[in-house]
Every structure is written in C-alpha cells, then in structure tokens.
C-alpha cells in the first residue's frame, strides 16, 4: 500500500472515529441526568397530573348534569300546568277517528304519574346539586391526593436509590472476596469449599444488584408519571430536609370528620335513600315488594354512613400513629447515617496507613448506602403521615381523587 493510500486510510478512521466519539458524546448528554427537588416534583404534578383534569371533567359533567335536571323538571311542571289548565283539550267537532288519535297523543305527552317520575320531580333538583356539591369538594381535594402521590413515589425513589447503591457495593464487596479467595486457594491457604462459598456469594451480589435495578427502574417510571416527564427521562434528586409538624389528635379526627369526602358521599347516599323510601311510604303499604325494597335500601344506607365514619376516624387514628413511631425512628436512622459515615471516614485513613483493605473500605461504604436506604424509609413514613393527616383535617380521607361517587336522579 502506498504511503498516500495509507494517510488516507488513517484519515478516514481518525475521521470515523471522531463522529462515532461525538454520537457517543452526544448521547451521554441527552441522557445527562435531570436534577429535580420535591418542591418542582409538586409544581410539575400540578401542572401535567391527569387526575387533576379527570377531577375537572367530572365537575363539569356534575353542573351539565344539573342543568339539564331542572331543565326536564320544568318540562314537567309545564305538562301538568297545560293539563289541569285544558290547554290539551282537543277541539271541538273532532271526526271520531281523529278524536280518538288526539287522546292517543295526549297520553303519550301527559307527564306519568309513576314513583320514579314523581321522586324525580320532588328531589331531582336537590339530587342533582348534591352531586355538584360532591363533584366540587372532590375537585378541591384533588391536588391533595396528587401531592400524596407524588410524596410517596418521590422517597420510593430516593429509597430504591439507596438500595441500589447498597447492592453495587455488595457486588463490589463479592467480587473482592471472591479474589481474595481465588488467590488464597491458589497458595493453599483455604480449601476449595471455601473458594466456592465467595462464587456462591457472588452470584447472590449480582443477582441482588439486578433485582435492585429493577426496582429503581419501576420506581422511577411511577415518578415521572405522576410528574408528566417523558419515561425516558433520567433523573437525580435531592434529599429532603423532613417538616416539624404537631398535631392534637381529636382535632384532627373531628375535622375529618366534618370535612371528609367519603362521609359526604355516603350521607348522600342515605338522604337519598331516605327520602325515597318516605315517597315509597306515601304510596305503597308496608307488605308490598316496593316498599320493602326501599326499607331495605334506606337500611343499608344507614348501615353504609356509619361504616364509613367509622373506616374515616381508624384511618386518621391509624395515621396518627404511623406519625408517632416515625417520628420516634427518624433521629435513630439519622445517627445511624453518621455512625456508618463517621466509620468510612475512619477505615479510609486506615488504608492510607496500610491497616485496612480494599474489602474493608467496600464494607464500609455498603454500610454508609443501607444507612441512608433506612433513612429515607423512615423519612417517607414519618412525611406520609404527615401528609394523610393535613389530607384528612381537608377532607380526603379515602385516597379518591375527582369526587365522590353520583348517582343519576334522573329517571
């Protein structure tokens, strides 16, 4: 090969060489990790989250609905106003033929006189503004159960975080056991059970690390959906300086209480199934299957509210109590990061004085990474609490977001 041929030749991979480096380059910055704090997590939810419009959506649909209910109870009012006024009288020296159509067509528009028909004149309007009431209260409440969300998946993270790296450094941690042991069997220094004991444990490291991939991929895949980022996005966040919160317990069970979503639907529920089964009463005796179908009902609605209070105050209580054992093992998990840091610190300065090894320094830094996993499930818990109990004192207590459920009073 010529000498020209050849400087061509090395031009051209130099030149290759060159768009492959800056493709790669590239590449690493589109992947450049995202750096994110809680704060923008919230605001970014606030923003993209679907259940906030889902929430939205079902207010509208809620006030179309009550339009259109005192629309068809005029309706209504207006055919039996025409009726007992004889608006709907046929004219006079109708043929006999036409005279019976025009009672035909008369009947089809008169307003029936069934249960339904007449609960739904009474208390379709009320019904309906109910839902509207429901509707409202749970679209205020949304961003509450968006901010619990985002609050639970933004520790999940931080946590899986913490755990994969304590997984890296086990593997790492194996792997130099596993050298020290190859390099003693080969001298004769331990016998060959022993050297397959350090593959055994490496293969449990490694095993650990691509299950602990595993969860941090889904935990960072539920992050970004509540946030609306792109799935692909990589992202690096920042630990969380925990909140000083106080709460008085029956303060906080007794706004529940007053304000809960859940208690709200379901005193609905039994106000509707009340006022059904007092038109029912009106109507039909108490041995018909009518009646009895709405006495049962009515029942279960009672039986339904109670429950629900109940289920509503366990809950808050239940969230007291997390707070309280939280709170008690954040300071125990926050000494127990500066022990394992303190001990790092310690072991590095022994390996520069050759009294610690490379498997020493790797123990210690595994232990620094399940220090902070431990934290930052303690801190999760202890904010959670915190949260579900804020949530509770605004009425969300069931973890619903969007509203309460409805029921169409129309016929």
């Excluded at 709405?294 to 209070?309: G, M, N, P």
């Excluded at 004085?353 to 499930?377: H, P």
């Amino acid at each position: 090969m010529s000498n020209r041929k050849k400087v061509t030749v090395a031009l051209g991979i130099l030149i290759l060489v060159a768009i492959v480096g800056g493709s790669v380059q590239a590449a690493a910055r589109e992947k450049e990790a995202k750096a994110l704090t809680l704060a923008e997590c919230l605001e970014l939810a606030a923003k993209n989250n679907p259940q906030l419009k889902l929430a939205a959506v079902a207010l509208d649909q809620a006030k179309l609905g009550l339009r259109e209910t005192k629309s068809e109870v005029r309706k209504l009012e207006d055919l039996e106003q025409e009726a007992e006024s004889g608006a709907l009288s046929p004219p006079d020296q109708l043929p006999p033929g036409l005279a019976e159509l025009w009672g035909l067509v008369m009947g089809m528009l008169a307003p029936p006189s069934d249960l339904e028909t007449e609960f739904f004149k009474e208390h379709g309007v009320w019904a309906a503004q109910q839902q509207v009431a429901l509707a409202q209260a749970g679209y205020d409440l949304a961003d509450e159960g968006v901010r619990l969300a985002v609050l639970s998946a933004y520790y999940d993270l931080l946590q899986a975080e913490a755990d994969l790296k304590t997984a890296i450094r086990a593997e790492k941690e194996a792997t130099e056991a596993r050298r020290v042991a190859a390099a003693q069997l080969e001298v004769g220094l331990i016998a060959s059970a022993q050297d397959l004991a350090a593959q055994t444990g490496l293969a449990q490291a490694r095993a650990g690390r691509l299950g602990a991939e595993s969860v941090y991929e889904a935990k960072r895949l539920a992050l970004l959906k509540e946030v609306g980022l792109d799935l692909d996005t990589e992202v690096a966040l920042e630990p969380v300086t925990e909140p000083q919160v106080e709460f008085d317990l029956e303060q906080v069970v007794q706004a529940a209480i007053e304000s809960s979503i859940d208690i709200k639907g379901a005193q609905f529920q039994h106000d509707l199934a009340q006022k059904k089964f007092e038109l029912t009463a009106k109507r039909y005796p108490a041995i018909t299957y009518k009646y009895r179908g709405a006495e049962y009902e009515y029942l279960q609605a009672q039986i339904k509210l109670l429950d629900t209070r109940v289920k509503v105050e366990t809950k808050v209580r239940s969230s007291y109590n997390m707070y309280l054992a939280a709170k008690e093992q954040l300071m125990p998990a926050q000494r127990a990061v500066q022990q394992a840091e303190e001990d790092l610190r310690a072991i590095k300065a022994k390996l520069t004085l050759g009294a610690a090894t490379g498997l020493d320094l790797l123990t210690a830094e595994r232990a620094v990474a399940q220090a902070y996993s431990t934290l930052y499930a303690g801190q999760k818990n202890y904010v959670l609490a915190i949260a579900s109990l804020e949530a509770a004192e605004k009425g969300l207590t069931g973890g619903q977001v969007g509203g309460g459920e409805l029921t169409d009073a129309r016929p």
